[in-house]
């Protein structure tokens, strides 16, 4: 598989020891953002304090619970991004699909979902379902440390989900209890969270 070339230079101040990789990106990209312009205009804050000062996403009030939006309008497709995760912070959540409102300041009850565990420093990453607000392990991901890790999410129209994390294949699940449409929603339970590089489109 083509493997994505991300240059450390499209930040201020790039974070040491980044892992770059990934597929290749297609040409059915429906959005995309870098945060290099320092700004997240066209996200929506949920709840708690968000900065793209340092030319990428992150959850900077230090607040349990903070979570952050941007609309979308289909459930299937892939999702690719960048994420750290200081491990010494608690959990984190990429809700890459999702039934949440702009309104909502809990965060969606149906979606499914990167976390980030500390699990008594476990260090844990695993794809999730949140149902009702119970959540279900899909896959695990293995571990994770504090540098950036480039992630993405396929999901066909049968329901098949498959997980990259650096361009590695980390397994397939067919899940299709819900059919979440409406928005992509980060949440964050401290400071120690940053995302960057966005792609998100059809298969």
Same mark, same amino acid.
């Given at each position: 598989? $083509?493997?994505?070339? #991300?240059?450390?230079?499209?930040?201020? =101040?790039?974070?040491?020891?980044?892992?770059?990789?990934?597929?290749a990106i297609p040409d059915s990209a429906v959005w995309q953002d870098d945060f290099n312009d320092g700004n997240y205009d066209d996200w929506t804050v949920? !709840?708690?304090?968000?900065? =793209? $000062?340092?030319?990428?996403?992150?959850?900077?009030? @230090?607040?349990?619970?903070?979570? /952050?939006?941007?609309?979308?309008?289909?459930a299937y497709g892939y999702w690719e991004w960048d994420h750290r995760h200081d491990p010494n912070f608690y959990g984190s959540k990429t809700h890459f699909? !999702? &039934?949440?409102? $702009?309104?909502?300041?809990?965060?969606? !009850?149906? =979606? %499914?979902? /990167?976390?980030?565990?500390?699990?008594?420093?476990?260090?844990?990453?695993?794809? &999730?379902?949140?149902?009702?607000?119970?959540?279900?392990?899909?896959?695990?991901?293995?571990?994770?440390? @504090?540098?950036?890790?480039? %992630?993405?999410?396929?999901?066909? +129209? +049968? *329901?098949?989900?498959? #997980?990259? #994390? +650096?361009?590695?294949?980390?397994?397939?699940? #067919?899940?299709?209890? /819900?059919?979440?449409?409406?928005?992509?929603?980060? @949440?964050?339970?401290?400071? *120690?969270?940053?995302?960057?590089?966005?792609?998100? *489109?059809?298969?």
């Amino acid at each position: 598989m $083509a493997r994505r070339t #991300v240059s450390v230079n499209d930040r201020t =101040a790039p974070a040491s020891g980044r892992t770059v990789g990934g597929p290749a990106i297609p040409d059915s990209a429906v959005w995309q953002d870098d945060f290099n312009d320092g700004n997240y205009d066209d996200w929506t804050v949920l !709840s708690d304090s968000w900065s =793209a $000062a340092n030319n990428y996403l992150e959850n900077d009030g @230090g607040g349990s619970g903070s979570k /952050i939006a941007r609309l979308r309008e289909y459930a299937y497709g892939y999702w690719e991004w960048d994420h750290r995760h200081d491990p010494n912070f608690y959990g984190s959540k990429t809700h890459f699909a !999702s &039934d949440g409102s $702009a309104s909502d300041t809990t965060g969606p !009850s149906n =979606a %499914y979902s /990167i976390n980030h565990k500390n699990e008594n420093n476990n260090y844990r990453r695993t794809l &999730d379902k949140l149902v009702d607000g119970t959540k279900t392990e899909l896959l695990d991901l293995g571990t994770y440390d @504090g540098n950036w890790h480039t %992630y993405r999410v396929e999901r066909e +129209d +049968d *329901g098949t989900f498959t #997980v990259f #994390v +650096d361009g590695e294949d980390k397994g397939s699940v #067919v899940d299709t209890e /819900i059919d979440p449409s409406t928005e992509l929603v980060l @949440g964050a339970d401290d400071t *120690g969270h940053d995302w960057d590089n966005f792609d998100v *489109g059809t298969l």
